[in-house]
């Protein structure tokens, strides 16, 4: 397996502490060692070191637009999937501003909590984003919204340039108006035009759109013109004009060359599985090396889950897709999970441990368990409760287990 620079680095980092431990023979540093290790052995990789890989994973690449056949192709054998697949927030996960259903719902929404007045104002066709201070003002027309609204949405725009600009703010469901963007706010603007936004380098914007848009880069350059806005099959299962091809010389389907002329990532090992849908929310080490903590992490559900001591080094029955079809909308309902917790769980107090029920029973519930287990966190930036999927027994005021 090749490994970029930094993650050897890393690696080798972290065997030389757990060898000084070892020397030192310190109590502390032997368990921060031995915790160190037991982590990164786990098969967990950062998003950039899969990139390095050979092979498909998301937010690459692509050499030609002619490599992809596009959904409705994938239609005409996967009706069904391509049909609630559309319906999902994935698919919909950036759009232009103006098919915006939030922008329309909410055809002015005003923002002040300074001298700066912050406004999206939405038409029939287009809606303009403005800031004001006193005679001092400043607008532009909203190009692209990032977020269905199920807890917010944000935007960028241009200034008549090739680059992009982020707006200083965000719609927040749970607000019903705009918000600062998270992470974006600014005590003392120089003027307006700092207080209006932030501009967005173009390393950002490939991976803004990487994970929102399918095929949006092309031969190494970002392709504002032709990327497919949301997340559609082949985001996650790679290009697919080789396997219709395949697939059309071999009517029956069953070759090995049509089968493996498409990614199928439900063939990945448990660790792998969880890097994948990781590589848009975010992986062990993505989060690790970005440097975030606290409840801010709750929004990486794949680096919270393999925190989870049940996670081990990887079971296929706690993978993202053992509880979330991506095909399917999300569910919201606790009792909805209650047959992955079963897997694992033995159903009713003293029943014996099975192969594959080789968890004990809980002692207090045999439904709603993701209500106990993983419980909502409120992410201040985000205005909003996110579940999250550190599965222990979580415990009424107790601080966020980092």
Known sequence: MLLPGLFVRLLLKR?????????????????????????????????????????????????????????????????????????????RAVMSSSLSDILHAHPLMVFGPGKYQYRIETGASQSRYSVSAGSESLSFPLLWAFGTGRVGQSYLFKKGTADFFEARVTYFESLG??????????????GVEEAMDRSVGQAEVTRCFGCHATASSIGGRFDEAHLVPGVTCEACHGPGAAHVKAMNADSTGVSQKAKSAIFNSGHLNPA???????????????VKLAGVKGVSSARSAPYRLVTSKCWGKGDARLTCTACHDPHEQLQTDAAAYDRVCLKCHAGSSGSSKTVSHDRPACPVATSRCTSCH???????????NFTDHRIRIAKAGEAFPD
């Open 272 to 286: 792998d599985a969880v890097d994948f849908c990781g590589a848009c929310h975010g992986t062990w080490w993505d």
């Open 177 to 190: 108006t705009l918000g600062f963007t998270p992470s974006r706010a600014l005590l003392s603007p120089s």
């Open 15 to 91: 065997d030389e502490l757990f060898r000084r431990s070892l020397r030192a023979c310190g109590l502390a540093g032997f368990l921060l060692a031995v915790s160190l290790h037991t982590l990164s052995s786990s098969g967990q990789l950062s998003t950039a070191d899969h990139l390095a890989e050979p092979g498909f994973w998301p937010t690459q690449d692509y050499p030609s637009r002619s490599d992809f056949a596009g959904t409705d192709t994938c239609a005409r054998c996967h009706g069904s999937k391509v049909a609630s697949q559309k319906k999902t927030p994935m698919a």
């Open 374 to 384: 993983m419980a909502k966190v409120y992410v201040p930036e985000m205005h909003d």
